[in-house]
């Protein structure tokens, strides 16, 4: 099952995977029913279409991928609601659908990489229904500013793929997160919009932007059976920007 099948690195994935051979279960807003063999029209944004959604797909099901999500030009309560605590209600609502040794991934984003200035707000959101979600901003000062809105709903996201390594061990459904960095998607112009200068800067590093193309088998390779042993981890795939932070956050940088 593949959330954000329309378009982008949700579209991709659902290519790639069927590609090699999966029965792919599509999500999203618009309908568009390339690569996927069933196809569910969902606002992810509301709470009931996600638990009928939940409800209504069969069970059995061999790997989630949640991948639909909105850009940081949304108002800071939805895309908190969509990107994060909608994600979860999704995840949670679908466990006993999976199958016995699924795979779950999540796609994050490069701009959670300063979650550890960030656990005191992550560990206040666990508790947090969709529902609330504007009453969480309000209290944590989660605004649209800067993208913040975003950062904070992947910072939280990679938190929760690490804290859930272990959660259905006995079952052998293992949950792990996919981080890209800028890729050229048609919200990669919302982010320019947000960031201004420093899209400008990252996109001065970088020798390109990513493509769906770069990210969508690191989904699939996660999704298969060949990374049964990877728990709980945050896959980057990014050109080497991560790697570039990291440096120059401890004085590495050449």
Same mark, same amino acid.
């Given at each position: ?9 949700? %579209?991709?994935?659902?290519? &790639? ?9 599509? +999500? ?7 690569? +996927? !063999? !069933?196809?569910?029209?969902? #606002? ?5 279409? /996600?638990?009928?959604?939940?409800? $209504? %797909? =069969?069970?059995?099901? #061999?790997? &989630? ?10 108002? *800071?309560?939805?895309?908190? *609601?969509?990107?994060?605590?909608? %994600? ?9 659908? &999976?199958?016995?040794?699924?795979? /779950? ?12 200035? *960030? ?6 959101? !666990? =508790?947090?229904? $969709? ?8 209290? @944590?000062? /989660? ?16 938190? @929760?793929? $690490?804290?859930?390594? @272990?959660? @259905? ?20 112009? #919302? ?10 800067? #990252? ?14 088998? *690191? ?13 709980? /981890?945050?896959? =980057? ?11 120059? $956050? ?5």
């Amino acid at each position: 099952m593949v959330t954000g099948s329309a378009s982008g690195i949700g %579209l991709e994935t659902a290519r &790639l995977c069927s590609a090699m051979g999966a029965t792919v279960l599509g +999500v999203d807003l618009t309908k568009r029913f390339d690569h +996927v !063999e !069933e196809f569910y029209r969902a #606002d992810l944004s509301e709470p009931r279409t /996600i638990d009928a959604l939940a409800e $209504m %797909l =069969p069970e059995g099901i #061999d790997g &989630l991928a949640n991948i639909a999500g909105l850009p940081p030009t949304h108002p *800071a309560d939805r895309v908190l *609601a969509v990107n994060l605590f909608g %994600l979860k209600r999704l995840t949670l609502g679908l466990v006993p659908k &999976l199958a016995d040794g699924a795979s /779950i991934v999540n796609l994050a984003s490069l701009a959670g990489i300063g979650w550890p200035q *960030a656990v005191e707000a992550i560990r206040a959101s !666990e =508790p947090v229904a $969709m529902e609330d979600a504007a009453e969480f901003a309000a209290r @944590w000062q /989660i605004t649209e500013a800067g993208g913040r809105s975003y950062f904070f709903s992947k910072e939280a996201l990679i938190a @929760w793929t $690490m804290q859930n390594r @272990w959660t @259905w061990r006995e079952r052998g459904i293992r949950m792990n997160a996919v981080s890209p960095g800028p890729v050229e998607t048609p919200i990669l112009g #919302d982010f320019l919009e947000t960031l201004g200068a420093r899209a400008e800067e #990252d996109a001065r590093i970088m020798d390109r932007p990513g493509t769906p193309q770069d990210i969508a088998p *690191a989904v699939a390779f996660l999704l298969s059976d060949m990374s049964r042993w990877m728990r709980g /981890i945050n896959l =980057p795939v990014d050109g080497g920007m991560s790697s570039h932070v990291l440096c120059e $956050m401890h004085g590495l940088s050449q």
